[in-house]
């Protein structure tokens, strides 16, 4: 296994258009749908960091930000935010993307966890992330502290245990 991966290396871009039966009730792109398609969009940008099949562990933060009407291109771009030992943490942004009025607007966030598995379904160790760019760096930092408020909420950690949680509640972080 190669010791770091950029997180470039996992970016992966899903474009695609609305359809009638992909809509909820006023006619904008179902939350649903788009939770599936992020999921699998994150997932690719996983396995692409990782080389190893790989299973959602938890769905951490999705924001819905702006409607996605029937008919929009929709692009969705996933990368890897950081790496810890076998789980992963994929951030997927989603995009309106209007080539009539060449505007791009984005719309939704997804914070996702992945684990990398054998052929059993056990976790196995994953390459580590080397952030560049700003945003990327940022997001690394970050993920540590989401990665403990997720294992607290899903009951795997107790919030005593927590280091990154309470730098941010004593204002060191
Ligand atoms: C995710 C899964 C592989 C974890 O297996 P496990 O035996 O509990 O393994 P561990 O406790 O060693 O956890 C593995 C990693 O996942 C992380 N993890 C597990 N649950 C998590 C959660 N809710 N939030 C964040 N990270 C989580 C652990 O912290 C650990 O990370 P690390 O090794 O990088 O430190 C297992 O629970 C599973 O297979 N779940 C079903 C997945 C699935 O089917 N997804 C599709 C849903 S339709």
């Known amino acids: 296994m190669k010791k770091k991966k950029k997180a470039s290396e996992s970016l992966t871009l899903m474009t695609n258009i609305v359809l009638p039966n992909e809509t909820n009730s006023l006619r904008n792109l179902f939350g649903g749908e788009l939770l599936s398609r992020m999921d699998r969009c994150a997932s690719i940008s996983a396995s692409r960091h990782s080389e190893r099949r ?65 052929q059993f379904n056990k976790p196995v160790p994953v390459a580590e992330l080397q952030p560049e760019t700003q945003e990327e760096q940022e997001r690394y930092k970050a993920a540590l502290r989401r990665k403990e408020l997720s294992l607290i909420l899903s009951g795997r950690m107790k919030p005593t245990e927590s280091i990154e949680l309470k730098k941010l509640f004593a204002g060191e972080a």
């Open 54 to 118: 790989v299973v959602t562990a938890s769905v951490n933060h999705v924001s819905f930000n702006e409607p996605i009407p029937e008919g929009s291109v929709v692009v969705l771009e996933s990368k890897v935010s950081r790496a810890f030992s076998t789980s992963m943490e994929v951030y997927v942004d989603v995009w309106l993307d209007d080539p009539i009025h060449r505007k791009k607007i984005h719309t939704n966030t997804g914070i996702y966890t992945f684990v990398a598995v054998d």
